[in-house]
């Protein structure tokens, strides 16, 4: 019986103290401030946050891939830069404040960056009153058992 009520409350304090799951995935969407000869938008795969994390971008056939780094948000204001040669020179900026590219000085393109929410996971997770109902239900079980097991105490 010892041994049972080990194991539940090992499983119990196991599921109370289970972290919690906070990646989410998220498209990006470029806009641009303007483009010297190719004129069509970035396009990404999707990024999953919390960052660090990469994305693949595509800018005129030709592929790079961008480094978010660490402590970034996808609230955040994003500026991207791209210059074309034989490969491509892709530059993302983090800035505060609204931080709009001014035009496209010396780069092929340039605009803004953001995330829209792709999905979500979900985890199910037993509420808290699930879990004390549960830690109730085993004590009185417990108690029950212990009570038939002792005889005679005067």
């Known amino acids: 019986m010892r041994k049972l009520l080990w194991i539940i409350l090992t499983v119990l304090v196991l599921a109370v103290g289970a972290p919690i799951a906070h990646a989410d995935s998220y498209e990006p969407f470029f806009t641009t401030m303007g483009c010297v ?24 056939s030709l592929s790079a891939v961008v480094t978010i780094p ?22 993302l ?6 931080g709009y590219p001014d035009g496209c000085q010396g780069y092929t393109g340039c605009g803004t960056l953001g995330f829209g929410v792709v999905s979500t996971p979900t985890m199910p997770e037993p509420s808290s009153s699930v879990l004390m109902l ?21």
């Open 37 to 60: 000869g190719v004129c069509a938008l970035p396009t990404a795969t999707d990024v999953v946050f919390p960052a660090p994390t990469t994305m693949d971008v595509t800018f005129d």
């Open 70 to 91: 660490l402590g970034d948000k996808t609230t955040d204001n994003y500026v991207w830069y791209a210059s074309v040669g034989s490969s491509l020179t892709f530059y």
């Open 93 to 98: 900026v983090d800035v505060v404040g609204p």
């Open 134 to 154: 549960l830690g109730v239900g085993l004590l009185l079980m417990a108690r029950k058992r212990i009570g038939h097991g002792v005889s005679g105490v005067s």
